[in-house]
């Protein structure tokens, strides 16, 4: 048991590698503005520029790992990203930032990919679940932790955020070196070649099953993302919070992550998958309701504002291990692969999300809340067509 903690512990320390390369840096937006003489836009699309490629390269990153193996694709993949760290944090202006955030989101993806397939390769049933639910819930303290360091670094200075993101991947990286096992073999590995990597994204995308759990997926996670991306905005124009003040909304959202998490970790091997995954739509749905609700019947505050998106993550947490499992399980012999179809879609729509849809949004909370219920309707209406949703099963193709 304490070997399977270690292994989770490290998994989700991979994971978690990406929302702090998000999270961290949203309190230092307006001392970046001044020092590399950009507008609040011109940094915001400093999201974008990472969460693009991040999302592009998703797809590669599980298809290297079935062919060179978990453990050499995470040192490349943290390997890069600490350079580009370093990068931006010496870049003289938006444009260098630019080009480094970038290369952080090429390589950034690695370990949330390998981490999520190597779950699935070390762990069978509920096991599996417990296990997926222990990484997603050390990996929800990542949003709140992230800010709050970067509170506490802005006071050296905004390039002190980026070297400790150069100094988290190495040490992620070194944790991964020592304690996890190699966990795709010689014998199983598969040529790296583009045409079987397009062969393989062909056969998991006409895979329908797995497109519509995958979406859903993605869809869930956006509908919080939202506010995650707007942070800036959200908290600083709309809820009078400063730049050190970020905890006040990723504490108690990560806090329904966690608590979410927990639950998903209590019902696997007690409820069917298909009941867990109904009641936590029916939760989030709920949540959805209340914070328009909210928004366009009471005077705008840090309570009103927070508390319905808190709570809505506790159903999107309780759904998520599920539904991960469920797309990776419909492709096992490349599940690398389907590990980075299924990242993909999910950071598409986050990219989405950070170029087009928060801009248009940010304006009101009464528009983040009506994105957030947008996003959960559509992962409802896809969801609700599934196999999982009607228990029909899992069937492997």
Not at 300 to 315: H, K, Q, T
Request: proline share 5%; aromatic share 12%; net charge positive.
């Amino acid at each position: 048991m304490k070997s399977h903690n270690r292994i989770a512990i490290v998994l989700a320390s991979l994971a978690a590698l990406a929302p702090f390369a998000i999270d961290t840096y949203l309190p230092a937006f307006p001392a970046m503005e001044l020092d590399l003489h950009g507008s609040t836009v011109h940094i915001q699309q400093s999201l974008t520029f990472y969460l693009l490629p991040y999302a592009l390269m998703t797809l590669w990153h599980g298809a290297i790992s079935d062919a060179i193996g978990r453990i050499a694709t995470i040192k490349w993949g943290l390997g890069v990203f600490a350079l580009a760290s370093i990068g931006c944090a010496f870049a003289p202006n938006v444009e260098t930032l630019w080009f480094f955030r970038a290369l952080q989101g090429i390589s950034g993806g690695a370990g949330n990919v390998v981490a999520r397939a190597m779950v699935r390769d070390l762990f069978q049933g509920a096991q599996a679940q417990r296990v997926m639910a222990t990484v997603q819930m050390l990996f929800g303290i990542a949003p709140a932790v992230a800010p709050i360091i970067g509170g506490w670094l802005l006071g050296i200075h905004w390039q002190a955020i980026f070297i400790f993101l150069a100094l988290y991947a190495t040490l992620s990286l070194w944790a991964a070196l020592m304690f996890l096992p190699e966990t795709m073999p010689l014998e199983k590995r598969s040529p790296l070649s583009a045409s079987q990597v397009i062969s393989n994204y062909r056969h998991i995308f006409r895979d329908k099953e797995f497109g519509k759990v995958a979406f859903a997926i993605g869809a869930n996670f956006s509908g919080f993302f939202l506010y995650v991306l707007a942070a800036p905005v959200f908290l600083i124009k709309h809820l009078g919070f400063n730049q050190h003040q970020f905890g006040w909304m990723f504490i108690p959202t990560v806090c329904g992550m966690v608590f979410g998490s927990y639950l998903a970790k209590r019902a696997a091997g007690k409820y069917t998958q298909r009941k867990v995954v109904k009641i936590a739509y029916c939760w989030m749905g709920a949540m959805a309701l209340l914070n328009v609700v909210v928004c366009f019947t009471l005077p705008v505050r840090p309570l009103y504002n927070i508390a319905p998106v808190a709570l809505f993550n506790i159903g999107m947490a309780l759904a998520m291990p599920i539904l991960s499992l469920a797309a990776l399980d419909r492709h096992p012999n490349i599940r690398g692969t389907a590990a980075s179809g299924q990242a993909f879609v999910q950071m598409f729509l986050s990219t989405v999300s950070a170029g087009l849809i928060v801009p248009l949004v940010w304006y009101h909370p009464s528009g983040l809340a009506l994105a957030m219920t947008g996003y959960f309707l559509l992962g409802w209406l896809v969801i609700r067509k599934s196999r999982l949703w009607a228990g029909s099963g899992q069937a492997h193709v």
